[in-house]
T-cell receptor, first 118, second 113 residues
Framework: AQKVTQAQTEISVVEKEDVTLDCVYETRDTTYYLFWYKQPPSGELVFLIRRNSFDEQNEISGRYSWNFQKSTSSFNFTITASQVVDSAVYFC???????????????FGRGTSLIVHP | ETGVTQTPRHLVMGMTNKKSLKCEQHLGHNAMYWYKQSAKKPLELMFVYNFKEQTENNSVPSRFSPECPNSSHLFLHLHTLQPEDSALYLCASEGTSVVGELFFGEGSRLTVL
């Protein structure tokens, strides 16, 4: 069974601080996908990134970076120089590489609420 | 614009009412999902439809009845709900260019009195 753990329920930082959101996953599959989504106050989850299990290269996109460590089953997300607009709930998710009924159904973590104070 | 539109955004209903939530996407996606998001709980998968056929039912009580008349529309019919069913109901469609990527609507906030 798949499981995603986001141990940090809520993180509070001051603008311009760096912040790392942790994600630890469990799966028996050797091939899988990992995701991060952002849920702003408006409600809709917005896709940020997908990694597949064979690609451990870290990725940077502007102020966002992701550190995928297969050895520790972690896929952490760092925001550099945080801004108030980064305030949101962030979800880590995992899905198997084989579609179930034609869909790659992700398992979501509980989410981490990030509050960035001015 | 998210590409996935949910109506109504807010709904208040009594336990004996019958109401429906609607989800619409014109992204050309073939799979659509219903999730339930309650306070302090993880996102709960409810139903998945692929090419109008239900492929997942995550042990959802029968007071929730989904309907998918075509790949662009998904409904969730609500009947004799309980106060604990109050939650944000999120619809998503599954993209085809990035495997597993979901496109979410803004959700329908349901309050059951």
């Amino acid at each position: 069974a798949q499981k995603v753990t986001q141990a940090q329920t809520e993180i509070s930082v001051v603008e311009k601080e760096d912040v790392t959101l942790d994600c630890v996953y469990e799966t028996r599959d050797t091939t899988y996908y990992l995701f991060w989504y952002k849920q702003p106050p408006s409600g809709e989850l917005v896709f940020l990134i997908r990694r597949n299990s064979f690609d451990e290269q870290n990725e940077i996109s502007g102020r966002y970076s992701w550190n995928f460590q297969k050895s520790t089953s972690s896929f952490n997300f760092t925001i550099t120089a945080s801004q108030v607009v980064d305030s949101a709930v962030y979800f880590c998710a995992l899905s198997e590489a084989i579609a179930s009924g034609g869909s790659y159904i992700p398992t979501f973590g509980r989410g981490t609420s990030l509050i960035v104070h001015p | 614009e998210t590409g996935v539109t949910q109506t109504p955004r807010h709904l208040v209903m009594g336990m004996t009412n019958k109401k429906s939530l609607k989800c619409e996407q014109h992204l050309g996606h073939n799979a659509m999902y219903w999730y339930k998001q309650s306070a302090k709980k993880p996102l709960e998968l409810m139903f998945v439809y692929n090419f109008k056929e239900q492929t997942e039912n995550n042990s959802v009580p029968s007071r929730f009845s989904p309907e998918c008349p075509n790949s662009s529309h998904l409904f969730l019919h609500l009947h004799t709900l309980q106060p604990e069913d109050s939650a944000l109901y999120l619809c998503a469609s599954e993209g085809t260019s990035v495997v597993g990527e979901l496109f979410f609507g803004e959700g329908s906030r349901l309050t059951v009195l």
